[in-house]
């Protein structure tokens, strides 16, 4: 069954979008995915992050992918992005080789995004939900967007619903989105303050389980020699999409700074509660977030591009792209 959404006056998103222009662009992308995610399992949570860094800089555009080069930093090597790992790179550049090969200059990059974010949050344990495609790519990425647009886990809870609410989404949203943490990992400098020398009298967050924080400082314990050291955001379940991302936040087993907060806040508290103990309510409300996430600042007709082969060629000759 395809679905239609209507953004604004003309503009329309349709899961059958390539239907006729290449039909076999979803298993493509699929089957690209898959095997990634196979062969390097950090794949999923580090696309994942990838799209809402994307969409949350200027809207679902793909304009993270774009490199930097001689003339411009992109967005990509802003320094929120640099910890992005290469898998969800590598994931995106491989599946849109594979469908220049066979549909050349058709299916856009912001849409190879979001359907892989969507196959491998599926291929994890999570919800399927439905993506509906003729999403244009950014003509621009700047590294100056992306400044104050993407949270920090030190925010005060007030400024990270500030944050989400000034982009239209709600406290609910925020808090099931952030459920995307029961996969992947944070490196050490994200959390390090809560570990080691926490105050005058107290070597860790005290928020933190006893036995957690001694298991985080051993893990980090060369984090200034070793800045790629890092630790599981579930440490429960780190490679499943589940609600134990939820569980552990009563327990002190929240790694960031923020996360814990989602607890320690009347706000989102209760939301942490109902999706602890109903993971059916956790992937309702996921899906409902992740789908509005991508269609956040979405770019259709000719206020986007499609960057394709000719486009690529062309940059490469301008040396624009690596
Ligand atoms: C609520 C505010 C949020 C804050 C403050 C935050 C912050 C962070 C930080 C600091 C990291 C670790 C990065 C690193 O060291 O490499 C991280 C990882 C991650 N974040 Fe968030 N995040 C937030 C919301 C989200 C949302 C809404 C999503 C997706 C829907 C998301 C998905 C992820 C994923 C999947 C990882 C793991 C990445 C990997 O393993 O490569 N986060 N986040
Ligand atoms: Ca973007
Ligand atoms: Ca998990």
């Known amino acids: 069954m395809s679905m239609m959404i209507h953004l604004s006056e003309g503009e329309k998103l349709s899961t059958d979008y390539y239907k006729s222009s290449c039909p076999s662009a979803l298993d493509i992308i699929r089957n690209t995915i898959v095997d990634k995610q196979i062969t390097s399992p950090t794949t999923a949570a580090g696309t994942v992050r990838l799209f809402f860094h994307d969409c949350f800089v200027g809207g679902c555009d793909a304009s993270v ?3 930097s080069n001689s003339f411009n930093k992109g967005e990509r090597d802003a320094d929120d ?3 992005l790992p290469g898998d969800g790179f590598d994931a995106i550049v491989r599946a849109k080789t594979a469908l220049e090969l066979t549909c050349p200059g058709v299916v856009s990059c ?3 995004l979001a359907v892989a974010a969507r196959d491998l949050i599926t291929m994890v344990g999570g919800p399927f939900y439905n993506v509906p495609l003729g ?3 950014s003509i621009t990425a700047k590294v100056t967007d992306v400044k104050g647009n993407l949270p920090q886990p030190t925010m005060p809870m007030s400024d990270l619903i500030a944050l989400f609410a000034k982009k239209g989404f709600s ?3 925020m808090v099931a989105l952030s459920g995307a943490h029961t996969i992947g ?4 400098s994200q959390f390090a303050h809560r570990i080691y020398n926490y105050s005058n009298t107290q070597s860790y967050d005290p928020s933190l389980n006893p036995r957690y924080a001694e298991g985080l400082q051993k893990a980090c314990s060369t984090y200034h020699k070793d800045p790629s050291m890092s630790a599981f955001n579930d440490v429960m379940t780190p490679s499943k999409f589940d609600n134990m991302y939820f569980q552990n936040l009563p327990r002190g087993l929240g790694l960031l700074e923020s996360d814990h ?3 320690a806040d009347d706000r989102t508290k209760g939301l942490v509660e109902t999706y602890a103990a109903n993971q059916t309510a956790f992937f309702e409300d996921f899906v409902q977030a992740i789908e509005k996430l991508g269609l956040y600042g979405v770019k259709t007709g000719n ?4 960057r394709g082969r000719e486009q690529k060629e062309e940059r490469l000759r301008k040396n624009e792209f690596h």
């Open 65 to 67: 992918l774009v490199s």
């Open 81 to 83: 992005n640099l910890s």
């Open 110 to 112: 912001s849409d190879i």
């Open 135 to 137: 999403r244009k790519d």
């Open 171 to 173: 406290v609910r949203d």
């Open 185 to 188: 990992f944070s490196h050490c």
């Open 261 to 263: 907060a989602l607890i």
């Open 303 to 306: 206020r986007g591009e499609l």
